[in-house]
């Protein structure tokens, strides 16, 4: 089926895995009379709209992407400049890190060798053009910011993919505080902000 509204059934099967995922269920071990237990539907039903347990999975992580990609566009086109927009997909990413988010914390699963994570690839590299996902959103935010500025299509690039590296390490330190504990979260944030825009002012002026 395309990737238009959902089917009640496919989205309550969706729902079940990320409650499933955020009450701390192994995605690997999870089984499919659990995820359709938790939604309310018989297993055979499951069968008619997925192939497998995987195509579940990494289905109901990617919805989840593109959902919380959506809310945080929307929380983007509140903020008037650069700083403020990467600073609230930080302070999102934050919250929902040591929260009960699902998004940031799926993260790790498409990097992983498993067959959901190469499930949750596929998802992604075939996306559809109105389906954003964190490198899109950032690559929206960045051409704004670039809109009448003769910046090459190379650089234009290069800024996005030094802002992607920025907030991927800024997630890893969510996950190693501990071990990093001198740096400080609020500093931290106020310096990957002024980073990515001085790199998109030096371009912009180059």
Do not use: W
């Not at 099967?13 to 990320?18: E, G, P, R």
């Amino acid at each position: 089926m395309g990737r238009g509204e959902l089917a009640p059934k496919v989205e309550a099967i969706y729902q079940a895995v990320i409650q499933l995922y955020m009450e701390g269920a192994d995605l690997n071990n999870l089984t499919v009379s659990e995820i359709t237990a938790k939604a309310g539907i018989g297993k055979g039903t499951a069968y008619d709209y997925f192939s497998n347990k995987e195509e579940m999975i990494a289905g109901a992580l990617f919805y989840e992407m593109k959902n919380a990609c959506q809310r945080l566009y929307k929380c983007f086109q509140q903020e008037k400049d650069l700083y403020g927009k990467i600073y609230v997909l930080l302070t999102q990413i934050e919250r929902q890190l040591t929260g009960t988010g699902c998004f940031f914390r799926a993260l790790h699963v498409m990097m992983d060798h498993s067959s959901v994570g190469t499930r949750v690839r596929e998802l992604i590299q075939n996306r559809e053009d109105d389906e954003l996902l964190i490198n899109d959103l950032l690559r929206v935010v960045i051409e704004e910011e670039l809109a009448n500025a003769k910046v090459s299509p190379e650089d234009r690039e290069y800024l996005v993919l030094n802002a992607v590296s920025k907030i991927i390490c800024f997630t890893m330190f969510q996950y190693d505080k501990k071990n990093m504990a001198s740096l400080n979260p609020q500093t931290l944030k106020e310096k990957i902000c002024e980073d990515i825009c001085s790199e998109i002012e030096r371009l912009k002026e180059s």
